[in-house]
């Protein structure tokens, strides 16, 4: 399959994430939709977080079975940064954020300082800052999907890079709905153009790795930057499930986390029975 194609395809696996985002623009979701959604995404997305570890996980299980210590070496710290990175680094840089925001609203006023107070919840409130943050981890987790179908082309295994495409594609179409849920839940009406950038940030690196992947070639690589991905979904898994503790609705959460864990299942079983 020529790269091009590969890469368009990529493309359309980053941006099936558009599917959920207008959600957002519902001008009175019901509640208990709103928290279904959230369920649904969290579990998804912790199948995904498996699935990513998984794929890490093999070129290191494979050096074990060889005894080839030098590949489990670089291999598992190579696994242990990326997780380190993915995940604590976006709960420092979340805290870096909420600091500048509490420091904004604690200046002294002024002609200056006045102007930017006042500037600061209008740009974007709590809520909004959340959905960026959702989008940055998804969108970092969605690059190393995109190395990882990009390798998977360039090493001749197109019936894996197809799986992954339709597989990121079925999960990124979810993923819209965890974007925009801190705003549902705050009431907040994202406009149009907010939502094209919140896609661009969360699906948009798909096609980057891809057209990347095709051309870098490394176990080593590839590790990293699952373990990245791995990380950066476990935090939107936490800031998810923050979201759906606020909405007290335990049953109905506990029912939608295992429906979207059979959903990643299923997508992967249908894929892999199909021959892709």
Not at 100 to 116: C, D, F, I, L, V
Request: charged letters at 10%.
């Amino acid at each position: 399959m020529p790269s091009v194609n590969i890469a368009l395809l990529g493309a359309l696996a980053g941006f099936t994430i558009y599917l959920g985002l207008p959600i957002g623009r519902l001008r009175t979701p019901a509640p208990r939709i709103r928290a279904a959604l959230n369920a649904v995404a969290v579990g998804i997305l912790t199948f995904l977080v498996w699935d990513v570890l998984t794929h890490a996980w093999e070129p290191i299980d494979e050096a074990l079975g060889t005894h080839t210590w030098g590949t489990v070496a670089s291999g598992g710290i190579t696994l242990a940064v990326g997780l380190t990175v993915g995940l604590a680094g976006l709960v420092h840089y979340d805290g870096w954020i909420g600091r500048r925001r509490r420091a904004a609203a604690a200046r002294p006023a002024g002609p200056g300082a006045a102007a930017t107070t006042e500037l600061a919840p209008k740009t974007r409130s709590q809520a909004g800052s959340l959905a960026l943050m959702i989008a940055t981890g998804i969108g970092l987790h969605n690059f190393a999907e995109g190395l990882a179908i990009g390798n998977s082309a360039a090493q001749g295994e197109l019936s894996l890079a197809v799986l992954l495409i339709i597989g990121f594609g079925l999960h990124n179409a979810t993923e819209g709905f965890g974007i925009v849920a801190p705003l549902a839940a705050e009431g907040e009406r994202p406009s149009w153009l907010t939502l094209l950038w919140l896609g661009l940030i969360g699906g948009g690196p798909t096609f980057l790795g891809t057209l990347l992947g095709q051309y870098l070639v490394n176990d080593t690589l590839s590790i990293a930057f699952l373990g990245l991905a791995a990380g950066s979904i476990l935090y939107v898994v936490i800031e998810l499930l923050a979201v759906a503790r606020k909405t007290g609705l335990k049953t109905l959460t506990t029912w939608c986390v295992l429906l979207g864990l059979l959903l990643g299942f299923a997508t992967d079983a249908v894929v892999t029975a199909a021959g892709a």
